[in-house]
């Protein structure tokens, strides 16, 4: 751990913003057509504000080190809160290859279009993966005060390619009107659409990762009032880049033309080269790619966290509590999940297209965090009469019956999304594979979590 604290309001709004934000998503948004603006606004009402609140009650009232390891833990005791903080840190082993896969073709456009075909590439996507996975591993083994700049440069690379975007967007509409035609009628989901249905669970997991900084309130400056304002300012910065670039999106490209990866790149390349703005592809990339390896640095660092808390608590083998000797960082904790994530990262890219891998892993991923999230929503019920005892906490507004409705509505919202989570994508091949490998990837983690608790307890009793 850092000596010093060294995260402040703009570092937090940037490190949440970095963390959260996808273009990726923007993409899948864009190519399920003009529907998902509303499924953007039916996810931020029923999940993304219900987080926000959530993590901004707890962590006011209980801003430690650990974040929702400690609050589940004060909730529902000890073993529940070390499963959720082994889910959370086993969703993000599986959401590295999604992160990383995704970059790493975002990448390619750096060079315009010249090297696109390599998106469909097993081997280059494995082999930059790795590369960004070391990058953002090494970053943060040297410290948190450095591995913030690796987070705010990624912040700040997130916000051009949306603002790029939007511009490349609103020429395109304005030279030759909107490449997706968007009547009243098309806005409205289909919910008798699998697809659609199942796209309100990823739509909802582009909104997860309020509840990362928290996990690092010993590095941040006063976290009671910092956390807080920094949900509110991020918050509002994050739902208007995924609304306002989705649009853009569906100005310049049709859904049909729309990968649900590149998307973005290939709107800003093909719509830029027809309004002589070809030359912006490449510097958007360059951003992308920097906005993806500060997220994952992000992440790296709030997961591995984790493993430091379990390690000091001696849950999980003490060798994950060292700290390094000159950079004070718990770096055996970052190297084990450095190390795993490496391996997912091979597995994602071998026997699947990467198309299919993508999907397998977003949802695995997913599943995993709403079942984390189903424990935060329930701990802030829980425990929302000592949130409104406790100094300076900030509770929901409405008191007791505050906090049940509006976590409620989240913790349901949660519990369709992890259903939806479970069923195949139209365009997959063999669906029960596919379904099979999601729910024995998510649900042994889960095992495993339940194991691992048993024989430390069971050393301890030793």
Not at 85 to 103: K, R
Not at 228 to 245: E, M, Q, T
Not at 447 to 461: D, M, N, Q, S, T
Request: charged share 10%; hydrophobic share 55%.
């Amino acid at each position: 751990m850092a000596q010093g604290k060294s995260l402040g309001l703009m570092d937090l709004v940037l490190f949440n913003t970095v963390a959260i934000v996808g273009l990726r998503w923007v993409a899948l948004a864009g190519h399920s057509g003009p529907s998902s603006l509303t499924l953007w606004l039916l996810a931020a009402l029923a999940f993304f504000i219900p987080q926000g609140l959530c993590v901004m009650t707890l962590s006011s009232a209980l801003p430690k080190d650990g974040g929702l390891f400690v609050w589940v833990s004060e909730a529902f005791g000890e073993r529940q809160g070390f499963l959720v903080g082994w889910i959370y840190w086993a969703a993000n082993i599986l959401y590295f290859p999604t992160l990383t896969l995704s970059t790493v073709v975002f990448g390619l456009y750096i060079f315009n279009e010249r090297f696109a075909y390599l998106e469909h590439s097993q081997t280059f996507a494995a082999g930059a993966s790795l590369t960004m996975l070391g990058v953002a591993l090494g970053c943060n083994i040297v410290g948190t005060g450095t591995g913030r700049w690796l987070q705010n440069l990624g912040g700040l690379a997130q916000w051009l390619p949306s603002l790029v975007l939007v511009g490349i967007g609103l020429v395109a509409l304005i030279a030759a009107g909107s490449a997706t035609p968007m009547p009243a009628e098309s806005l409205v989901p289909t919910f008798s659409n699998l697809d659609t249905v199942i796209f309100f669970s990823q739509i909802c997991f582009a909104f997860a990762g309020l509840e990362l900084a928290p996990v690092l309130a010993g590095e941040i400056r006063e976290p009671r009032r910092t956390i807080p304002r920094a949900l509110l300012v991020s918050g509002l910065v994050i739902a208007a880049i995924y609304i306002f670039n989705t649009l853009a999106l569906m100005w310049a490209l049709p859904p049909g033309k729309i990968s649900i990866i590149a998307g973005v790149n290939q709107a800003i390349a093909q719509a830029g080269a027809a309004h002589g703005l070809s030359w912006l592809g490449p510097p958007v990339a360059l951003l992308m790619t920097l906005a993806g390896i500060g997220g994952l640095g992000a992440w790296l660092i709030g997961s591995a966290r984790l493993l430091f808390v379990g390690g000091m608590d001696r849950l999980l083998p003490p060798a994950l509590a060292w700290v390094h000797p000159r950079w004070n960082t718990p770096y055996v904790a970052l190297l084990v999940q450095a190390g795993l994530a490496a391996l997912f990262i091979l597995a994602a890219t071998q026997g699947s297209s990467v198309h299919t891998a993508y999907l397998m892993m977003v949802d695995a991923t997913a599943i995993l965090t709403f079942i984390m999230y189903l424990y935060l929503f329930a701990a802030a019920v829980k425990l929302c009469r000592r949130i409104a005892r406790t100094p300076d906490a900030i509770a929901i507004p409405g008191g007791a019956a505050g906090s049940v409705l509006a976590n409620g509505i989240g913790f349901l919202t949660t519990v369709g999304a992890i259903v939806l989570a479970l069923v195949p994508p139209s365009d997959t091949g063999d669906k029960t594979e596919f379904f099979l490998k999601v729910i024995g990837g998510t649900f042994g983690f889960v095992i495993a979590g339940l194991i691992l608790y048993w024989l430390a307890k069971r050393r301890a009793v030793r």
